[in-house]
């Protein structure tokens, strides 16, 4: 079935500096979404990208799909404490119902020293 | 507006028991799901219902039933909890289909002994 894999699966960083993850799919996406979910919290959706190779911004952080919309990326510039959290990818599902679901990455979880 | 709602927000279970996870939303939402995160496993699908009237399975359904009881309720039913289903649960809606935001509830703490 369709994976889609993040890495890396845990990122510490000190405050100010930059930060990047990644998300790579095993068959092409339709679209990716991506969430992020504070500690004890519940994911929040940040953003979709859906045209191959489009970049969004969204203040400090930046989204990139693929030209093959096969993997995508999100990268935090200047990292803060508001920052800390869980980063998930998420793509349509494997065939059968790939209309309605989505598989998560793992998610790489950041951690900020302040 | 209060977006997903789930109850409870964390239950003790011992292994046998069964109990009925309560998920709703005010979106006027067509799709819900239900997921469980585990540490390092990311989000799993158990279950989704695209429309009211439909239910699939997911990535992990085994050991779980849902209900679409109408439009804005989804439960999740665990007949025989064993200690394996011991996670968090998260009920999950969005307008229709995988081109629209997911809308998450504060996810329901399970434990199973």
């Known amino acids: 079935g369709q994976q889609v894999m993040q890495i890396p699966q845990y990122q510490h960083v000190q405050e100010g500096e930059d930060f990047t993850t990644y998300c790579n799919s095993s068959t092409t996406l339709s679209n990716i979404q991506w969430y992020k979910q504070r500690p004890g919290g519940h994911p929040v959706f940040l953003i979709q990208l859906v045209k191959s190779g489009e970049v969004k911004k969204q203040k400090r952080l930046t989204f990139q799909f693929g030209e093959a919309k096969k993997n995508s990326s999100l990268h935090i510039t200047a990292t803060q404490t508001t920052d800390v959290g869980t980063y998930f990818c998420a793509g349509p599902g494997a065939s059968g119902g790939s209309n309605y679901k989505l598989t998560f990455g793992k998610g790489t979880l950041l951690t900020v020293n302040p | 507006n209060a977006g997903v709602t789930q109850t409870p927000k964390f239950q003790v279970l011992k292994t046998g028991q069964s109990m009925t996870l309560q998920c709703a939303q005010d979106m006027n939402h067509n799709s819900m799901y239900w997921y469980r995160q585990d540490p390092g496993m990311g989000l799993r699908l158990i279950y989704y219902s695209a429309s009211e009237g439909t239910t699939d399975k997911g990535e992990v359904p085994n050991g779980y039933n849902v209900s679409r009881l109408n439009k804005r309720e989804f439960s999740l039913r665990l007949e025989s909890a064993a200690p394996s289903q011991t996670s968090v649960y998260f009920c999950?809606?969005?307008?229709?289909?995988?081109?629209?935001?997911?809308?998450f509830g504060p996810g329901t703490r399970l434990t199973v002994l």
């Open positions: 999950a809606s969005t307008l229709a289909g995988v081109y629209n935001e997911q809308f």
